[in-house]
């Protein structure tokens, strides 16, 4: 009884998963965007705290990027960092002669505060969000904008976010696992219509058509492609744009960021659900999908889960111990395996669940290199 219960539940907790995966396997793929004869003037905004040891190397990157420096500004805003942080952006930013500006937050904001006082400052149309402790691919600011400027039905562009490449630790090879089946899920949805599953490394809009971040509650990311999709737009996920991430180097830390960004990832779900009364394919299947995948699939699975196991150590215990064992040992030896990865992200989204209500806002740093030394 508990052994065919549990399987029931696990059935219905991945159902959109299935559906996602079929349309993945035999849906439309976008074409790389053609590059404009003359990239536009952007505003790429930053905000940081406590990022010291990696800020001098990630204006570095800035400047290796392909994008002509001569297009674009950069605004730096320091959310209150308790080091350097800021004299170091400074410095950084002089030495590589990339205009820039420096806002000085004198309390606490979070990033969806600090990016809209950034964009009232910004002196061009197009506005490029990004993180302090992340790496572009030389091309992917290039072909972010291009995406961008396609087609005037988009009005807000993510890049694709990996671990840095080579990294061998349990929980990056973890997380590329999961990175590369969700990346295949956002484009697949871009060619439909629209995706609000952003990621905040890297993202751009055009102010005209969003001029504001919904800062209340929420992943500033999904905020930014959700009033995209309210006035009419679409918000893409474009593969060709790799930005890279160092992911933190321990499971303590990566559950930290992970829950948190779940948690303000189903907060800005379930504050825009009057877009469910659209008429637009995002509204009548993509959105309902990701809502499930959010709300129902983390507590469907995590119950389907111990359900099943007792089932099976009632039925049979050294089965029991049998399969659990493979399956630890697959975690171990196989890391990029998508079943282990599927599983620990369900965990993350439960709790992002039961964390609803708390004040998400603002961060700690959880760079590898920001916590060096």
């Known amino acids: 009884m508990f052994l065919l219960a549990g399987i029931i539940l696990l059935i219905v907790a991945v159902f959109p998963y299935i559906i996602y995966f079929i349309e993945i396997q035999a849906g ?23 990022e010291e040891r990696v800020i001098r190397e990630r204006v570095e990157n800035i400047l290796q990027s392909t994008y002509p420096n001569d297009r674009y500004e950069v605004i730096f805003v320091d959310d209150c960092s308790t080091d350097n ?9 002089r030495e590589a002669g990339i205009a820039h500006r420096i806002i000085a937050n004198t309390e606490r904001l979070g990033t969806n505060r600090s990016y809209n006082k ?36 988009i009005a807000a562009v993510c890049g694709d976010l990996q671990p840095i490449p080579h990294d061998a630790s349990h929980p990056a090879q973890v997380e590329s696992a999961y990175r590369n089946y969700y ?18 490394a890297l993202v751009a809009f055009k102010k005209y ?7 209340r509650r929420g992943a500033d990311d999904a905020n930014t492609a ?29 559950y930290r960021q992970k829950v948190r960004r779940a948690t303000r990832l189903i907060e800005a779900t379930l ?15 993509i959105y309902p999908l990701r809502i499930y995948m959010y709300l129902a699939t983390p507590l469907l699975f995590v119950a389907g889960t111990i359900v099943f196991v007792i089932g099976l150590f009632l039925t049979d215990p050294v089965l029991c111990a049998g399969v659990l064992g493979l399956f630890l040992l697959g975690s171990i030896v196989w890391q990029k395996n998508i079943f282990t990865s599927f599983a620990i992200n369900q965990v993350y989204l439960l709790k992002g669940l039961l964390n609803l209500g708390k004040d998400m806002r603002v961060w700690e740093s959880t760079s590898t290199k920001a916590k060096a030394g």
């Not at 790389?32 to 003359?38: F, I, K, L, R, S």
């Open 85 to 93: 942080t800021c004299s170091r952006a400074e410095s950084a930013f």
């Open 183 to 200: 990346g295949r899920m956002c484009s697949w949805e871009s060619t439909v219509d629209s995706t609000y599953a952003f990621n905040g």
């Open 118 to 153: 950034a964009i009232r400052e910004a002196r061009h149309s197009i506005i490029v969000t990004t993180d302090a402790d992340v790496f572009f691919e030389r091309h992917a600011l290039s072909n972010l904008i291009a995406r961008l400027v396609s087609d005037d039905r």
């Open 226 to 254: 959700f009033e995209a999709i309210r006035r009419g737009y679409r918000a893409v996920y474009e593969p060709g744009a790799a930005v890279y991430e160092d992911v933190p180097g321990d499971f303590g830390r990566q």
């Open 28 to 50: 439309r793929r976008s074409d790389p965007p053609p590059m404009p004869a003359v990239f536009p003037d952007i505003s790429i905004i930053i905000s940081a705290y406590n």
């Open 209 to 215: 058509l969003v001029n504001r971040i919904d800062d």
């Open 271 to 285: 504050a825009n659900l009057d877009l469910l009364r659209k008429d637009r394919p995002f509204s009548r299947f």
